[in-house]
């Protein structure tokens, strides 16, 4: 049964609309004037208003902007006793849906509710239907065939709709934004805003600011306000990437943001947020936090539901599908074939990439092709040389030799590349300091 609200300071009008609308079904609260009405507004939150143009004090006009700044889905009718176009029309165009003029009829009062109600239901049902079409539609970016994929989509659906924290983890390269985005183009947030932070790309002196914010003056060099990205993800979701490397003395004041969805940006006061969280990460958190590095309570504040994303090589019946999806998305407009044997070497080799390694090697074929289609020779050396060190994480030398320092320099590069162009955690993955890689990389020329 719809709540409507019915203001008028005219007693006698007021009385007859509540009876009419009682006696057909409605719920029906009344206010005597617009200061009155709007808090009754506020605290039933009704379907419907029914409010009389010229009132003392917040008049109708005033109190129809109100209603639309607080809450644009309720519907509103002006009534109005002079009966002129021209006011009708102001109406329309401060957002009323429809408008009465003095005096009516019990079946033209009845009439305009019941089409106000009607247009309601219609829009409520078009913005299910549009929220679920951007929902498939973000789940079909997502290309796979393979079972471990196909469970991913169903997770996907499963969780989009709750507002639980949700972990993402899997290897660099995977997808793990895609799927963050395709969780909340399913939610009740996807019309507000999605904002991504890489806290790994992030100095970790600059991090607290980006995240929640700062006021000019905090710090040498705030020489304004800043708004952080929790507060522009206000009403929406924030994606935490690589959650991971967040540094150890910011990890207790995301928590507290995470309990007490509260923001205190530096040097201002704390406020209240909405965010939904997804982080991710392709570090495994359980060894970080056993070694200190990361805080349990953060984690399990993260991981309320974790999805595991698989790696490349784990669905090479997926990897036809992708390659042929990169072509159209890079090719031009133009009709690309790709040689068969090319699909073969692609499902041999172990991708330690994943798909945004795909994805770069395609480009790259496409660019530097030497004939109408992707054959063989347009193969990175990576893919071409199926017993390179590049090919996976398994040493296999090549029976003329291969030169120690390119090995060097390939391990390097592969580290890099694994760990998303993290020093920090290609250091650790290669379990030499710091200072060995940047040396390293210098020494090599890598950027």
């Known amino acids: 049964m719809s709540q409507i609200l019915v203001v008028d300071d005219d007693d006698s009008l007021r009385r007859v609309i509540e009876f009419q609308l009682s006696q057909a079904g409605y719920r029906v609260a009344t206010a005597e004037d617009g200061h009155r009405g709007l808090e009754l507004f506020r605290k039933l939150q009704p379907t419907l208003v029914i409010s009389d143009v010229q009132m003392p004090g917040i008049s109708g006009d005033d109190l129809l902007a109100a209603i639309r700044a607080e809450a644009p889905e309720t519907m509103v009718i002006m009534v109005t006793a002079f009966g002129t176009v021209e006011k009708a029309v102001e109406a329309m165009r401060a957002g009323a849906h429809d408008y009465l003029t003095k005096p009516f009829s019990r079946d033209a009062l009845l009439l305009c509710v019941e089409r106000a109600l009607t247009f309601r239901g219609l829009e409520k049902d078009n913005r299910r239907l549009r929220e679920e079409l951007r929902g498939q539609h973000a789940l079909d970016s997502l290309i796979g065939v393979s079972e471990s994929m196909q469970e991913v989509k169903r997770m996907i659906s499963r969780v989009a709709a709750s507002e639980a924290s949700v972990l993402l983890l899997g290897e660099s390269g995977t997808g793990k934004e895609l799927v963050a985005r395709a969780i909340h183009q399913g939610s009740g947030r996807a019309h507000e805003p999605f904002i991504p932070v890489n806290c790994a790309a992030i100095p970790s002196e600059l991090l607290e600011s980006e995240l929640f914010g700062h006021l000019k003056g905090a710090f040498t060099g705030a020489v304004k306000d800043r708004q952080g990205k929790f507060i522009q993800a206000d ?112 499902r041999a080799y172990r991708w330690p990439g994943n798909v945004r390694e795909l994805e770069n090697s395609i480009e790259r ?46 391990a390097v590069m592969l580290a890099l590349e694994r760990c998303g162009g993290n020093q920090s955690r290609a250091a650790r993955f290669l379990s030499i300091p710091r200072h060995v890689l940047l040396y390293r990389m210098e020494k090599f020329g890598i950027k």
């Open 365 to 410: 074929m496409l660019v530097l092709r030497r004939g109408e289609s992707l054959g063989v020779d347009d193969l990175p050396p990576a893919i071409l040389r199926p017993d390179s060190p590049v090919s996976g994480n398994v040493l296999q030398l090549p029976e003329e030799g291969y030169p120690l320092e390119q090995l060097e320099k390939e």
């Open 235 to 346: 009403g929406g979701t924030i994606f935490l990437d690589e959650v991971g490397d967040l540094p150890l003395d910011l990890q207790p004041k995301l928590l507290r943001v995470l309990q007490e969805m509260e923001v205190e940006p530096v040097g201002g006061v704390a406020r209240k947020i909405d965010v939904r969280v997804i982080a991710a990460t392709n570090l495994d958190l359980q060894t970080a936090i056993a070694e200190g590095r990361f805080r349990e309570d953060l984690y399990y504040r993260l991981a309320v539901i974790p999805i595991q994303l698989p790696a490349l090589r784990r669905r090479p019946e997926d990897i036809a599908l992708l390659a042929r999806h990169f072509v159209a998305r890079y090719a031009g407009g133009q009709e690309v074939d790709i040689d068969p044997e090319v699909l073969d070497r692609f």
